[in-house]
């Protein structure tokens, strides 16, 4: 009877676990399918991750060497830029700020939305906030594009310059260069007519044997810009100033004038050039490449406003050496604030309404 009784306790016993086994085998696949369950019956939820996938790829884009990716993605959804105002941008001297500021009235003439952030800074600076998206065009120099940003070897002619940085922006950046100007800004070092006779200065090549007794007026960048001081010692040897000091833009010519630097660095549509006779020394070994000025523009901004190739290529035939300088020369030396005199100039030549 004992027997029996164990004989049914195991059975029981047996039993249960067979049940308690079943109901862990079936709790498994119910615990297991939930997630995914839940991540498919939420249609948001699929274009949410996949949103958040693309992310970063997108923002991996706006490293230097990717930087031009994102301008292609703007135009070709149909631009980003649309319906935003174009900005209007400068580097932080006198000649960008006067046809940066041309470019922002001829805009709004043509009815385009604009915002203004001239000034901005140097060349890194503001290539930076063009690749970025921060700012939508400013004018730039052939010379500088070419072997400042895209690290070119020197070259001389004019076309040939502007056609290479032209198509290597496009490649690289996806940035437009509109048309070049007549004006040619080249790189200069320049001194007083004292210094000058004194030292027997006419070229870079006297220059490069007398540095070491004469003090330099630096800019910013000239240190280390290939077509700075680095360039000047690799072509003409030398160049070994008894000083170098760092002047703001606007200062470096009054260093030179006030006797604290004998030679400084300049450029050739400097308007004090003519306004304080200065000497400017001869390149005569041809260091420095055309410095034409022309309007840099994203290709998602000009996708959402085509009509700023022509209307600032039509401005750009316009702007040339003779005439930037003078303007130049209102602003730094008869203190006249740049917008009046950019302003005043477009409307002499019949450019701006009145």
């Given at each position: 009877m004992k027997r029996k009784r164990w004989a049914l306790i195991a059975g029981l016993f047996l039993t249960l676990s067979m049940l308690l086994a079943a109901c862990g085998t079936e709790a498994t696949p119910t615990t297991v399918p939930a997630p995914a369950a839940a991540a498919t019956d939420t249609p948001a939820a699929a274009p949410a991750a996949a949103t958040n996938t693309?992310?970063?790829?997108?923002?991996?884009?706006?490293?230097?060497?990717?930087?031009?990716?994102?301008?292609?993605?703007?135009?070709?959804?149909?631009?980003?830029?649309?319906?935003?105002?174009?900005?209007?941008?400068?580097?932080?001297?006198?000649?960008?700020?006067?046809?940066?500021?041309?470019?922002?009235?001829?805009?709004?003439?043509?009815?385009?939305?604009?915002?203004?952030?001239?000034?901005?800074?140097?060349?890194?600076?503001?290539?930076?906030?063009?690749?970025?998206?921060?700012?939508?065009?400013y004018p730039e120099y052939t010379g500088t594009g070419l072997t400042v940003i895209l690290k070119q070897d020197v070259m001389n002619d004019d076309q040939a310059v502007y056609d290479k940085v032209k198509q290597m922006y496009q490649d690289q950046f996806k940035l437009t260069w509109l048309d070049q100007s007549p004006m040619n800004d080249t790189q200069a070092l320049a001194t007083t007519h004292a210094v000058a006779d004194k030292y027997s200065l006419k070229t870079l090549s006297d220059l490069s044997t007398k540095a070491g007794e004469l003090r330099l007026a630096s800019i910013p960048e000239f240190q280390d810009r290939p077509d700075g001081l680095p360039g000047l010692k690799k072509v003409y040897g030398g160049f070994d100033f008894k000083s170098v000091d760092i002047f703001d833009i606007g200062l470096k010519y009054k260093a030179l004038l006030d006797g604290n630097a004998d030679v400084a660095v300049a450029f050739s549509t400097d308007g004090a050039i003519a306004g304080d006779n200065l000497v400017v020394l001869e390149d005569d070994k041809k260091l420095w490449p055309p410095y034409h000025v022309a309007p840099v523009v994203r290709d998602d901004v000009l996708a959402a406003y085509p009509q700023i190739a022509g209307v600032l290529n039509g401005l750009s035939p316009k702007i040339t050496n003779d005439m930037i300088a003078a303007l130049n020369w209102e602003v730094d030396g008869k203190k006249r604030d740049y917008a009046d005199v950019a302003k005043e100039w477009l409307t002499n030549q019949g450019l701006l309404k009145k």
């Open positions: 693309t992310a970063p790829a997108a923002a991996a884009t706006d490293t230097p060497a990717m930087a031009g990716e994102t301008p292609t993605t703007a135009a070709s959804t149909g631009g980003s830029a649309a319906g935003k105002k174009v900005v209007v941008s400068s580097k932080n001297f006198t000649e960008e700020e006067i046809i940066g500021e041309m470019y922002a009235l001829m805009l709004e003439q043509a009815g385009i939305p604009v915002e203004r952030k001239l000034n901005l800074g140097t060349v890194d600076i503001v290539q930076a906030a063009l690749l970025k998206g921060d700012i939508s065009l």
